[in-house]
């Protein structure tokens, strides 16, 4: 089966100051349809940079990338935003909502700059957020709902153009411990449902709802296994 992603030699380096700094060094992994995967290592250690290179969201300095079978590290600009459009649905730590829009106009955005009409974005993000458990908050603007409905908002923005791949950069690190295993559970749910989920984490526990830990240390990938059983809280 072809991996959804697959790297070699992955480097990224940085100008600080005038001179490069190496941030990622020769990353060399892939990831099979239908995987659940953690990425753990300590601040700092390159895996959020990791993550934006394989969402697309920013270029190598050097190595290969290929995302479904396509080679895409060397793309344009418009081919990129169109595989993070169709293809890769993302959660972040913060949310990153518009606080004044309400649940369902958030979690239309995708759908706004696919272009598609506004009543098939607004069914679709309805869907999508009845799926997240929030079908009763489709009009509750972002800024009063709470940290773990703010973030089931952010899922469901992820989900609404029927992506194969979620990228999650510490998905619960906003979060108290309740609204976090939540967070983790609805993840679960998703991957179960066929969808891929790679996700960033410095916290084992969180790491230990994935089926495979990749630890990341110096930008380098010093291990590749599978997650340990989790402890029941």
């Given amino acids: 089966m072809e991996p959804i992603i697959r790297t070699r030699g992955l480097c990224k380096d940085y100008r600080v100051g005038g001179r490069a700094v190496r941030v990622l060094s020769d990353v060399a992994l892939s990831v099979s349809p239908g995987e659940m995967v953690a990425v753990m290592g300590p601040s700092g250690s390159g895996k959020s940079t990791l993550l934006h290179l394989l969402g697309c969201l920013d270029r190598p300095s050097a190595g290969d990338y290929w995302f479904q079978g396509r080679a895409v590290a060397r793309l344009g600009d418009a081919a990129l935003a169109r595989i993070r459009n169709r293809h890769i649905g993302f959660v972040f730590q913060s949310f990153n909502l518009l606080p004044r829009a309400t649940a369902l106009d958030n979690a239309a955005l995708p ?69 976090g295993r939540e967070i983790l559970d609805l993840l ?19 790491a230990g709802h994935a089926r495979r830990l990749i630890r990341v240390r110096d930008g380098r990938v010093v291990s590749d296994e599978p997650s340990l059983p989790r402890v029941p809280a």
């Fill in 111 to 179: 759908l706004l700059y696919a272009g598609l009409p506004r009543r098939e974005r607004r069914d679709r993000a309805a869907a999508a957020l009845a799926r997240v458990g929030l079908g009763a908050r489709l009009h509750h603007r972002a800024a009063t709902l709470s940290g773990g409905e703010q973030q089931r908002v952010a899922i469901a923005r992820a989900l609404v153009n029927a992506p194969t791949l979620i990228l999650a950069d510490e998905p619960t690190g906003a979060l108290d411990s309740k609204r």
């Fill in 188 to 206: 679960e749910s998703l991957n179960a449902g066929g969808i891929s989920v790679l996700m960033v984490t410095h916290d084992p526990q969180v």
